[in-house]
Nanobody, 126 residues
Framework: VQLQASGGGLVQPGGSLRLSCATS????????IGWFRQAPGKERDLVAA????????YYADSVKGRFTLSRDNAKNTVYLQMDSLRPEDTAVYFC????????????????????WGQGTQVTVSS
């Protein structure tokens, strides 16, 4: 099982980035994919998540209207389009996979995720 996050970088405030989470080694049909972020000295928090089988989504209030999830079924990849980026979006971003049998109500609980990818750094600065 592998999750590979990519697409981070340095961007000016107001700019955009698209993160990718490429998965392999398991079927996504009974999983949800979450994007978490962790800034220095802070907790790792859920930013957005998508349930693969019906595309149900969750967005944290801090990113609603600015971040958008999408998926490519053929590539088993989830994308996080990040627009109108702010300095407070600066963090290491991680993607993770969670089995759906634990229920959607646990989507924000990072301990409920089974597999994690490595992080990708996003820095928003002028």
């Amino acid at each position: 099982v592998q999750l590979q996050a990519s697409g981070g970088g340095l961007v000016q405030p107001g700019g955009s980035l698209r993160l990718s989470c490429a998965t392999s080694g398991f079927s996504l049909y009974h999983f949800s994919i979450g994007w978490f972020r962790q800034a220095p000295g802070k907790e790792r928090d859920l930013v957005a998540a998508i349930r693969w089988n019906d595309a149900l989504t969750y967005y944290a209030d801090s990113v609603k209207g600015r971040f958008t999830l999408s998926r490519d079924n053929a590539k088993n990849t989830v994308y996080l389009q990040m627009d109108s980026l702010r300095p407070e979006d600066t963090a290491v971003y991680f993607c993770a996979a969670k089995e759906d049998r634990a229920g959607w109500s646990t989507i924000s609980n990072r301990d409920s995720y089974n597999y994690w990818g490595q992080g990708t750094q996003v820095t928003v600065s002028s």
